[in-house]
Antibody, heavy 121, light 110 residues
C-alpha cells in the first residue's frame, strides 16, 4: 500500500517561495510506471494540477501552463521523496496542496493528506 | 472555470439512483480515459472509477462509469447517506498537456 506523507509550512508571505515535501512509502520515486504529482484545491480554482516528475530511464518534468514560469518539482532519490517549490507567491496561491501518485493511465490512485497553505503577510 | 463541466449539485433520496455528468472535448474526454473521485469533507479525493469504467478494489459495484463521445457519466445506485460528498471527474488533456478536472458536483442524499 502506497502512502504519501506531506510536510511544509502552512503560512507563506507574498513574494516568497512555497516549499512542500512528499515522502513516499510503499513505492519508489524511480518507478518506471508511476508519475509523482502536485495538485492544489481552492474554492476559486477547484482542483488544479500543477506539475509532475517521473523516471523513464531519465527524469522528466511537466508543468501546468498557469504556473510554468515559477514552479519546480524535484525528485530526491536518496530520501524517496519529491518536492514542490512555487516562487513569487501571491494571495491567489492560497489553497490546499496535495501530492499524488499516478500509476497507469492518468488516475491519481494515492494522495497525500493535504496541506493548507495560506499566503499572507 | 474548469476545463471539464459538471453540474454543481445533484440530489436524490436514499435507495435511489443518481447520475453525474462530465462534459469535455476531443482533446480530453474524447480521446482519453476518465477517472472519478469522491471527496468527503476535510479529506483528500479518493478514486472511485479509473480507466473510464473500472473500479479499484473495495469500491462497491453501486458505482459505475461510462463514456460517450466527449462526455462521461458516473452512476451511483442504492444511494446511502454516506455517499454525500463532492464528486470530481478528471482526465488528461492532450492540447493542454495537463491533467484536468471538472468543477465538482455536490451530492445530497435527501
Amino acid at each position: 500500500q502506497v502512502q504519501l506523507q506531506q510536510s511544509g509550512p502552512g503560512l507563506v508571505k507574498p513574494s516568497q517561495t512555497l516549499s512542500l515535501t512528499c515522502v513516499i512509502s510503499g513505492d519508489s520515486i524511480s518507478s518506471n510506471s508511476a508519475t509523482w504529482n502536485w495538485i492544489r484545491q481552492s474554492p476559486s480554482r477547484g482542483l488544479e494540477w500543477l506539475g509532475r516528475t517521473y523516471y523513464r530511464s531519465k527524469w522528466y518534468y511537466d508543468y501546468a501552463a498557469s504556473v510554468r514560469s515559477r514552479i519546480t518539482v524535484n525528485p530526491d532519490t536518496s530520501k524517496n521523496q519529491f518536492s514542490l517549490q512555487l516562487y513569487s507567491v501571491t494571495p491567489d496561491d492560497t489553497a490546499v496542496y496535495y501530492c499524488a501518485r499516478v500509476e497507469g493511465p492518468t488516475t491519481f490512485d494515492s494522495w497525500g493528506q493535504g496541506t493548507l497553505v495560506t499566503v499572507s503577510s | 472555470q474548469s476545463v471539464l463541466t459538471q453540474p454543481p449539485s445533484v440530489s436524490a433520496a436514499p435507495g435511489q439512483k443518481v447520475t453525474i455528468s462530465c462534459s469535455g472535448s476531443s482533446s480530453n474526454i474524447g480521446n482519453n480515459y476518465v477517472s472519478w473521485y469522491q471527496q468527503l469533507p476535510g479529506t483528500a479525493p479518493k478514486v472511485l472509477i479509473y480507466e473510464t469504467n473500472k473500479r479499484p478494489p473495495g469500491i462497491p459495484d453501486r458505482f459505475s462509469g461510462s463514456k460517450s463521445g466527449t462526455s462521461a457519466t458516473l452512476g451511483i445506485t442504492g444511494l446511502q447517506t454516506g455517499d454525500e460528498a463532492d464528486y470530481y471527474c478528471g482526465t488528461w488533456d492532450g492540447s493542454l498537456s495537463a491533467e484536468v478536472f471538472g468543477g465538482g458536483t455536490k451530492l445530497t442524499v435527501l
